[in-house]
T-cell receptor
């Protein structure tokens, strides 16, 4: 059973701090990794994708990937109250029919306190 | 740019009634399409996915079915709803061709009473 694991939280950080969200995955052949943000009652929104080892930065967001450790993280710098949401980690896998799916973590709830 | 539509936004249905949820995508061709369900406080559960017209793969045995009558249309159906079918139903699309990111529609919140 291929899995993606995240701490459920809640992770609470003060406004302006760095929020660090972590995700581990079990499928060694996964090649694509994604972070989604989901506000309460809304659908998930893609915020970062990463495909190779190292860091990828986009504005206040940095995704970090370590395939050897099967670990992907998301850093949010200068956290704002509007960042308060659930963050979902997703990893692609190939099934027996070579069709591509994403396996999802259960999400980490982030609360940024003013 | 690509847009994904879902309707209705909310739905309250009695147990045993039928269901039809529709999803359409604009601005792309031959997308991969997905139906997910998210129960309250739970993770995303993949229900069906489709790589082309008439091609449907089911992930979880249940009383739901899916169809893809047109390239950019994906329909989720049930003949008789159960209480356990309540949840947030999400349609998503991905470009395929080696790109795996998925983009979600606004969702349908279904309450079965």
């Amino acid at each position: 059973q291929k899995e993606v694991e995240q701490n459920s939280g809640p992770l609470s950080v003060p406004e302006g701090a760095i929020a660090s969200l972590n995700c581990t995955y079990s499928d060694r052949v996964s090649q694509s990794f994604f972070w989604y943000r989901q506000y309460s009652g809304k659908s998930p929104e893609l915020i970062m994708s990463i495909y190779s080892n190292g860091d990828k930065e986009d504005g206040r967001f940095t995704a970090q990937l370590n395939k050897a450790s099967q670990y992907v993280s998301l850093l949010i710098r200068d956290s704002q109250p509007s960042d308060s949401a659930t963050y979902l980690c997703a990893v692609n896998i190939f099934n027996a029919g070579n069709n591509r799916k994403l396996i999802w973590g259960l999400g980490t709830s982030l609360a940024v306190n003013p | 740019s690509q847009t994904i539509h879902q309707w209705p936004a909310t739905l309250v249905q009695p147990v045993g009634s039928p269901l039809s949820l529709e999803c359409t995508v604009e601005g792309t061709s031959n997308p991969n399409l997905y139906w997910y369900r998210q129960a309250a406080g739970r993770g995303l559960q993949l229900l069906f996915y489709s790589v082309g017209i008439g091609q449907i793969s089911s992930e979880v045995p249940q009383n739901l079915s899916a169809s893809r009558p047109q390239d950019r249309q994906f329909i989720l159906s049930s003949k008789k709803l159960l209480l356990s079918d309540s949840g947030f139903y999400l349609c998503a699309w991905s470009p395929g061709n080696g790109f795996y990111e998925q983009y979600f529609g606004p969702g349908t919140r279904l309450t079965v009473t």
